[in-house]
């Protein structure tokens, strides 16, 4: 029942995960940051399996998940963002079996069915950072009224020339 999307905006980039830990029909905890930072201008944000320059780091990233396909494939979907000075702000797409794009918009997970109609429906590649919280924030809310057992929070990360981010929690539900 995982969740993660982002999206490129004006010189900036917004990921967005939900926070739930599950294993099975277990809910182990819902604080569970699925978004990484990978240096001052990177973020990673994964579904799957718990473990494991931009475009040089989506490469590499890919390239990894190709040899592990081919050796002992796992299961794991990437959302990659990043700011470089000489190409702005970017998003790359990795799924399980190690296809690379790079991407305005995307998303992983049940969550995806929603969220991405939603940014089908409101995106645009020229977004203001309060354009694109209000899109992202509009993707929570249909998830959470469309999924039979949504996600309950959510945290957004944010890449732009200043640095990587945490922009903030969407929560609903505390841990217990």
Known sequence: M?????????????????????????????????????????????????????????????????????????SVNILMAGYDKEAGASLYYIDYIATLHKVDKGAFGYGSYFSLSTMDRYYRSDMSVEEAIELVDKCILEIRSRLVIAPPNFVIKIVDKDGAREYGWRISTADA
Not at 15 to 24: E, F, G, L, M, W
Not at 34 to 50: F, N, Q, R, Y
């Open 2 to 74: 995982e969740c993660v999307f982002g999206l490129v905006g004006n010189g900036f980039a917004i990921v967005a995960a939900d926070t739930s830990a599950v294993h099975s029909i277990l809910l182990h905890k819902n604080k569970e940051d699925k978004i990484m930072t990978l240096d001052s201008h990177k973020l990673v944000a994964a579904s799957g399996e718990p473990g494991d320059r931009t475009a040089a780091a989506a490469n590499f990233t890919r390239g990894e998940l190709a040899t592990a396909l081919r050796k002992n494939p796992y």
